[in-house]
């Protein structure tokens, strides 16, 4: 398979030129086109009953859409619910934790799971996190632009809990307020934030999805 990126930051597309034979995984409703030598068919996001529900609750659709070149080689084009970008990640026995959401597509041996999350729950960013690991390519999605930060054995880094995409397994972090004084991190509009431990990378997005929905609903009206 050979994938591209474009249209970034905004309003990014993935396309992906699969031959024949080849499979490919993504989230349910991510279809923008495809070759009419490509069929679709939809799969349990999990494996067993359990998996999928699990999977559900970390955010991602009940049902995953599995594409098959089964008529050729063919294209297929992908992209995220939301306006933002898209990130390749190229999976090599590894884990990664996403935010619900963030996961777009990936090849099918890599295998998605749920963990719970009592950090992200305090955080107001939800109870479950995304689990992703195995070898193959990974995309995941955001709302904004993907900023990556690799962070060195030790050092820390401060991120504002509605900008996390995800990180590596091997980073550590904890949930604490934005300044050392509960005042000062209410009256900023931070309140919490996620404290970052290397050694690993993390991946960040420009804007918060939560925020742009709460000024949205300052023009809806609740009548």
């Not at 905004?10 to 031959?19: D, E, K, P, R, S």
Request: some cysteine.
């Amino acid at each position: 398979m050979e994938f591209k990126i474009e249209n970034s930051p905004v309003f990014t597309t993935l396309t992906i030129q699969m031959a024949n034979a080849e499979q490919f995984r993504a989230e349910a409703g991510a279809m923008v086109s495809m070759s009419p030598t490509i069929t679709l068919e939809a799969k349990k996001s999990g494996k067993g009953l359990l998996g999928t529900m699990k999977a559900a609750v970390g955010g991602e659709s009940f049902f995953a859409s599995l594409f098959t070149a089964s008529g050729g080689n063919g294209e297929l084009i992908l992209a995220p619910a939301a306006l933002g970008d898209i990130v390749k990640l190229e999976m090599s026995g590894q884990t990664i934790f996403a935010q619900g959401g963030a996961y777009l597509a990936g090849c099918t041996n890599l295998n998605l799971s749920t963990q719970g999350s009592l950090k992200g729950m305090m955080s107001g960013e939800g109870m479950f996190l995304q689990k992703i690991t195995g070898s193959g390519v990974l995309f995941l999605n955001s709302y904004g632009g993907i900023i990556e930060k690799t962070l060195a054995p030790g050092e820390t880094y401060i991120v504002d809990t509605g900008h996390i995409v995800a990180f590596e397994e091997s980073v550590q972090y904890k949930i604490r307020k934005a300044s050392k004084g509960l005042f000062s991190s209410m009256a900023s509009g931070e309140g919490l934030v996620s404290e970052y431990s290397g050694p690993g990378k993390i991946w960040m997005q420009t804007r918060n999805l939560s925020a742009f929905a709460q000024i949205l609903t300052k023009f809806i009206s609740t009548k």
